[in-house]
C-alpha cells in the first residue's frame, strides 16, 4: 500500500489558464475527498466521491471548479480559467466508506496551485 | 461564528512537558471528532478519532470530548522535538459526509 498519491506536487500558472490534477486513492478505499487548503487555515471540503458517484459538492465551489472519477479510481480536479484567489494546496484525502472507517481520512501529500 | 474555532498559536513549550490543545464547535451534529498532525508543506496524518464524549489514548496523545460543552481537547504527554507541527482537529455528522476542519494550532517543542 503506497498511500495516496497526487500528481503534480507543485503548478505555477497563469491567470486565465486551466489546470488540472490527478489523485490517486488507497486502491481498497471507495471514497475520495478534495479539500483546498490556504496558509494558516485547515483544510476546506470542496467535494467528495463514493466510488465514482459524486455525492457532495461544497456551496463554495465556484463553477470554475469540476471533479471527476470516471471509473471509481483514481479523481482529476479542474479549474477554469484560473484566478490568483485559487492560488492553494490542494488535498486529496481517501477513507472506506462502512460508517466506522469513513472517519478514518488518509490524505496525499497534496498539490501546491500557484496562480500568477 | 465559525462552525469550528481553535487558538492558532504558535504555543511554544520546552521537551517533557504536557501539550494541551483544543477546539470549539457550535454545531450540535457533529458527533465524530478527529485530530490531524500536519508537517509544514505535507498533507495531514490522522492522529485519532473518537465518538462520543469521555477519553481516548494512545500511547502519548489522550483525545477528549465534551459533548455538553461542545469542546474537545487533544493532549500530549512527555513532548518531543519530532511532536513540532501543526495541529488540526476536525469533526464530522454521522454520516461522514460533512467534514469540517479547524484553522489548526501550531506547536513547536524546544529541545
Known amino acids: 500500500d503506497t498511500g495516496v498519491s497526487q500528481d503534480p506536487r507543485h503548478k505555477i500558472t497563469k491567470r486565465g489558464q486551466n489546470v488540472t490534477f490527478r489523485c490517486d486513492p488507497i486502491s481498497e478505499h471507495n471514497r475520495l475527498y478534495w479539500y483546498r487548503q490556504t496558509l494558516g487555515q485547515g483544510p476546506e471540503f470542496l467535494t467528495y466521491f463514493q466510488n465514482e458517484a459524486q455525492l457532495e459538492k461544497s456551496r463554495l465551489l465556484s463553477d470554475r471548479f469540476s471533479a471527476e472519477r470516471p471509473k471509481g479510481s483514481f479523481s482529476t480536479l479542474e479549474i477554469q480559467r484560473t484566478e490568483q484567489g485559487d492560488s492553494a494546496m490542494y488535498l486529496c484525502a481517501s477513507s472506506r466508506s462502512s460508517m466506522i472507517d469513513s472517519y478514518e481520512q488518509y490524505f496525499g501529500p497534496g498539490t501546491r496551485l500557484t496562480v500568477t | 461564528q465559525k462552525e469550528v474555532e481553535q487558538d492558532p498559536g504558535p504555543l511554544s513549550v520546552p521537551e517533557g512537558a504536557i501539550v494541551s490543545l483544543n477546539c470549539t464547535y457550535s454545531n450540535s451534529a457533529f458527533q465524530y471528532f478527529m485530530w490531524y498532525r500536519q508537517y509544514s508543506r505535507k498533507g495531514p496524518e490522522l492522529l485519532m478519532y473518537?465518538?462520543?464524549?469521555g477519553n481516548k489514548e494512545d500511547g502519548r496523545f489522550t483525545a477528549q470530548v465534551d459533548k455538553s460543552s461542545k469542546y474537545i481537547s487533544l493532549f500530549i504527554r512527555d513532548s518531543q522535538p519530532s511532536d513540532s507541527a501543526t495541529y488540526l482537529c476536525a469533526m464530522s455528522d454521522p454520516y461522514g459526509q460533512n467534514f469540517v476542519f479547524g484553522p489548526g494550532t501550531r506547536l513547536s517543542v524546544l529541545p
Open positions: 473518537t465518538y462520543s464524549s
